[in-house]
């Protein structure tokens, strides 16, 4: 008897991904962005589901992510090996502020996806039937960084997963909402940052395998940083002058090492009953598919423009001077609006649900989801299948800002475009994932198993 036969299983590896030598790091905008050592490793974790009918994979990155186009590269390449489509391959960003930029860093890029090719590999070797089950909780990790007294999710979802044949746990998959730069500008050492300290702290306590995914955390900054990361932020001139101080420098090291200790504390805490206390059921469904969306930014004036610059050099010092010149090229070429084709992600399995894009995700627009649906466990986030932007709530681009307009002006380059989505992009996404989940609720595939 094949004890696989009419199972679900899961085949699991992981890959390092640390560079040998310094490179460029992405995540701040410095003069001088190259890494000065390791703090602790980079890892790519795969997962690979095959329920019978066709595989599904899930890689998770200790990167701030690749552009669209570069992750869809990884995508194809994992898709060939495994002879699926691409939308059937998710790949999820932790958005570590302390890893390189595999954009100007050819040569980094190469190696992730020889790495993980080779890990795709390796997790098909393991592949042995498993059950699963979902839980949630919530964890105070995150602060609303436009608003403190803005909305935040809070909620950590957990899928539980252990070997059928022996109720062994095996792995622990966690979406949770909080960014990954609890290390601040003034690192230059190579980190997971938080997500590396929770994974290492999680593994040691359960004996197995954890996987963490970020969700929308556009507008989340980590609950602990060292104290001084708000004066950095809001003050960078004035931050850079002083860090030179070799006591400084100490302090700061020392606070956020403890800093990234708190975050992983916090969310061990929070999940411990979660664990202890689900219990994994056969899984009856299993399931990826995606939907793409043409979305738009409209170009603004060139004197609006002008007012952005300036406002970005006097808020952030953030120089604007090649982003003016991109959006008058534009014009001279008769371009008033550009375009992007938004991925719409869903990793399926029994009664929940991951939806993910590619942009940095505000968390309004995920408890919104949540909350129309009235479903705790379709839970959508960001930095799915590549970063392409912020993407702001409907009352968050009113505001402007770093996240809804300044970032464009350095990294307009990565994005494809000059401005943020436009303003109705937040809505028309919730209604369209709202009607996507309630269309996949009531009318299963074909291809879902039957208990």
């Not at 860093?105 to 997790?123: H, M, N, P, R």
């Not at 592949?127 to 105070?140: F, Q």
């Not at 044949?165 to 500008?185: E, G, M, Q």
Request: aromatic fraction near 8%.
């Amino acid at each position: 008897m094949n004890p696989i036969k009419d199972k679900v299983c899961l085949g699991y590896a992981e890959v390092d991904i640390t560079p040998t030598v310094p490179m460029e790091l992405e995540g701040f905008d410095r003069p001088d962005n190259i890494s000065r050592g390791i703090l602790d490793k980079l890892i790519a974790q795969i997962v690979i589901w095959d329920d019978q009918a066709r595989k599904s994979c899930i890689i998770t990155l200790d990167s701030l992510g690749f552009t669209v186009e570069k992750a869809n590269i990884l995508r194809e390449a994992i898709g060939d090996k495994l002879h699926i489509g691409r939308e059937r391959i998710m790949v999820c960003f932790s958005h570590t502020h302390s890893a390189p930029s595999a954009g100007r860093e050819k040569a980094y890029f190469d190696f992730v996806c020889t790495q993980i090719l080779g890990g795709v590999d390796s997790a098909i070797g393991t592949l042995s039937p498993v059950k699963a089950v979902w839980g949630i909780t919530e964890a105070d990790i995150g602060m609303n960084r436009r608003n403190k007294n803005g909305r935040l999710d809070r909620r950590i979802i957990v899928l539980k997963i252990t070997d059928t044949l022996t109720d062994r746990l095996k792995l622990v998959l966690l979406r949770l909402t909080a960014h990954a730069n609890v290390l601040t500008s003034d690192n230059y050492l190579i980190s997971a940052d938080f997500f590396g300290t929770t994974r290492k702290m999680l593994e040691n306590k359960y004996y197995c395998k954890v996987m963490l995914t970020q969700g929308a955390s556009g507008n989340v900054r980590p609950k602990y940083q060292h104290s001084e990361a708000v004066f950095m932020e809001e003050h960078p001139h004035d931050a850079t002058a002083i860090k030179k101080s070799p006591d400084i420098i100490k302090k700061r090291l020392d606070e956020s090492l403890a800093a990234l200790h708190k975050m992983a504390t916090e969310i061990s805490n929070a999940i411990g009953p979660i664990i202890e206390n689900l219990t994994p059921q056969i899984i009856d469904r299993v399931d990826m598919i995606s939907e793409t969306k043409s979305f738009f930014a409209d170009l603004p004036t060139m004197k609006r423009a002008g007012e952005i610059a300036d406002e970005a050099m006097r808020e952030a010092g953030i120089d604007g001077t090649n982003w003016i010149a991109e959006v008058k090229k534009l014009y001279l070429g008769n371009i008033r609006r550009q375009s992007a084709e938004v991925e719409m992600q869903y990793f399926i399995l029994n009664n929940g649900c991951w939806c993910g894009v590619a942009n940095e995700v505000m968390c309004e627009i995920a408890l919104d989801i949540s909350e129309k649906v009235d479903d705790q466990l379709l839970y959508f986030g960001g930095y799915t299948n590549g970063c392409n932007g912020y993407l702001p709530s409907a009352e968050e681009y009113q505001k402007g800002g770093y996240e809804v307009l300044w970032s464009y002006l350095t990294y307009y380059q990565y994005h494809g475009r000059v401005m943020p989505l436009n303003c109705d992009t937040a809505d028309r996404l919730i209604r369209l994932i709202t009607a996507k989940w309630k269309q996949l609720q009531d009318e299963p595939p074909a291809h879902a198993l039957t208990k």
